[in-house]
C-alpha cells in the first residue's frame, strides 16, 4: 500500500518568514494530494490541494509543488503569520483501486512573533 | 452545501463499557464515509471505512466495529472500551467514486478512564 513520509514534525519560524514542508510518497499510482491544516482541537481543514496533472498551485500566500518523478511535494507558506501555527498534514491518494488518503504524520509549525 | 455532524462532542466512559459514536452527513448522497482516530498530539489513524450502505472495511483489527445503518450515518461502536480507546474521533465523508478530498467532521473527544 501507499506510504507516505512527512519531514519535519516539528518546524519554527519567525514571523514574516517562510515555511517548507515536505512530503514523499511510494505509490507511483497516487494521483490526488491534498494538505491539511488542524488547529488545537478542532477538525483538520483542507488548505490546498493538487492533482497530478499539474506541477505546481498556488492560492495568496500558500503554494505546494509537485515532482511526479521523485515522489515527493511540498508545502510552502509565505509571510508567514502568527494564526498560521498549527499542525500540517499531508496526504496522498489514487483513483485506482480504494477510495482512501494516506496521510503523513504530521508537521507542528509554530510562527515565532 | 454540505455539512456533516458528529455526536457526542465529549464523552468520558469506564474501562469495559459499550461505546456508540455517530455521524451523519447532510447535502450529499451516496459519500463515501470514513472513520479515523487520533491520540493526543498524534497523526491520524484510519479506522473504517464505507463505499455504501452495508459495506465496511476494517483498516485496523481491533475491539471497535463500524455499521453504516443509511446512506448518510456512520457509526462506530465497542462493547468493552480500553483505556488506549482513548482519543479524539473524526468521521469524514468524500465523493463516491473518486479519491478526492475528505472533509472531516468536528470529532468527538473520548476519554476512558
Known amino acids: 500500500g501507499e506510504n507516505v513520509e512527512q519531514h519535519p514534525s516539528t518546524l519554527s519560524v519567525q514571523e514574516g518568514d517562510s515555511a517548507v514542508i515536505k512530503c514523499t510518497y511510494s505509490d507511483s499510482a497516487s494521483n490526488y494530494f491534498p494538505w491539511y491544516k488542524q488547529e488545537l482541537g478542532k477538525r483538520p481543514q483542507l488548505i490546498i490541494d493538487i492533482r497530478s496533472n499539474v506541477g505546481e498551485k498556488k492560492d495568496q500566500r500558500i503554494a505546494v509543488t509537485l515532482n511526479k518523478t521523485a515522489k515527493h511535494f511540498s508545502l510552502h507558506i509565505t509571510e508567514t503569520q502568527p494564526e498560521d501555527s498549527a499542525v500540517y498534514f499531508c496526504a496522498a491518494g489514487s483513483n485506482f483501486g480504494n477510495e482512501k488518503l494516506t496521510f503523513g504524520t504530521g508537521t507542528r509549525l509554530t510562527i515565532i512573533p | 452545501s454540505q455539512t456533516i455532524h458528529q455526536w457526542p462532542a465529549t464523552l468520558v466512559q469506564p474501562v469495559g463499557s459499550p461505546l456508540s459514536l455517530e455521524c451523519t452527513v447532510e447535502?450529499?448522497?451516496?459519500?463515501?464515509l470514513y472513520w479515523y482516530r487520533q491520540a493526543a498530539g498524534r497523526g491520524l489513524q484510519l479506522l473504517f471505512y464505507?463505499?455504501?450502505?452495508?459495506?465496511i472495511s476494517s483498516e485496523v483489527p481491533q475491539n471497535l466495529s463500524a455499521s453504516r445503518p443509511q446512506d448518510r450515518q456512520f457509526i462506530l461502536s465497542s462493547k468493552k472500551l480500553l483505556l488506549s480507546d482513548s482519543g479524539f474521533y473524526l468521521c469524514?465523508?468524500?465523493?463516491?467514486?473518486?479519491?478526492?478530498?475528505?472533509?472531516f467532521g468536528p470529532g468527538t473527544r473520548l476519554t476512558v478512564l
Open positions: 447535502g450529499t448522497s451516496n459519500p463515501n
Open positions: 469524514a465523508w468524500s465523493v463516491l467514486g473518486s479519491t478526492d478530498t475528505q472533509y
Open positions: 464505507s463505499v455504501g450502505i452495508g459495506q
